[in-house]
């Protein structure tokens, strides 16, 4: 069965650095999203991506992020400063439609520390 | 806004008891309503969902019912097993003002099955 793939599964930064995380979503799927869970928290929406833009961001997803599908297979995740803050499991997503019943389907996370 | 509640956990059954982790929500519209589960070093994966009201999901011996006179989508199943052991999120679909869906999570139920 075809999955979304996140790499790496654990990445270790300085407070202040930039970081990448990036996901491979399943090759049909048009929609695009990020999530994050800090740890003992919920689930929290950040952004998703449709047509090359964003579609809707979450009061989370500030200037310090972005997000961006540099060619047919990658989408990535930027947070240009990090901060302590930060830490979290920061999970992809991606669906064939955008709508409500369409079911999202999750990589397996990247585990960003920030020290 | 749109919001999730679910029973603490940890729930603590031995095997072949019967589940029940208490999910209620409130939402503007009619959202679909889906249950993840995550387990241990794994991303989330979908168990099931349901998109109307009265609709029942089911997946791998578990069942949830979409109530909308109670607002609820209790999960249950029948007879646990060990390997049922892992953390379960109950989610909604808002799709929001943009027409493209995002999952608002509850806060996961932590069950632990033991032999």
């Known amino acids: 069965e075809p999955e979304v793939t996140q790499t790496p599964s654990h990445q270790v930064t300085q407070m202040g650095q930039e970081v990448i995380l990036r996901c491979v979503p399943i090759?049909?799927?048009?929609?695009f999203y990020w999530y994050r869970q800090i740890l003992g928290q919920k689930v929290e929406f950040l952004v998703s991506?449709?047509?090359?833009?964003?579609?809707?961001k979450s009061e989370i997803f500030d200037d310090q992020f972005s997000v961006e599908r540099p060619d047919g297979s990658n989408f990535t995740l930027k947070i240009r400063s990090t901060k302590l803050e930060d830490s979290a499991m920061y999970f992809c997503?991606?669906?064939?439609?955008?709508?409500?019943?369409?079911?999202?389907?999750f990589g397996n996370g990247t585990r960003l520390t920030v020290t | 806004g749109d919001s999730v509640t679910q029973m603490e956990g940890p729930v603590t059954l031995s095997e072949e008891a019967f589940l029940t982790i208490n999910c209620t929500y409130t939402a503007t519209g009619y959202p679909s309503l889906f249950w993840y589960v995550q387990y241990p070093g794994e991303g989330l994966q979908l168990l099931l969902k349901?998109?109307?009201?009265?609709d029942k999901g089911s997946n791998k011996g578990f069942e949830a019912t979409y109530r909308k006179e109670t607002t609820s989508f209790h999960l249950e199943k029948g007879s646990v097993q060990v390997s049922d052991s892992a953390v379960y999120f109950c989610a909604l679909s808002d799709s929001g003002n943009t027409g493209f869906q995002k999952l608002v999570f509850g806060t996961g139920t932590r069950l632990l099955v033991s032999p």
């Open positions: 997503a991606s669906s064939e439609v955008g709508q409500g019943s369409s079911p999202l389907h």
């Open positions: 349901a998109t109307k009201a009265d």
């Open positions: 090759s049909n799927h048009l929609y």
């Open positions: 991506f449709y047509n090359n833009e964003i579609s809707e």
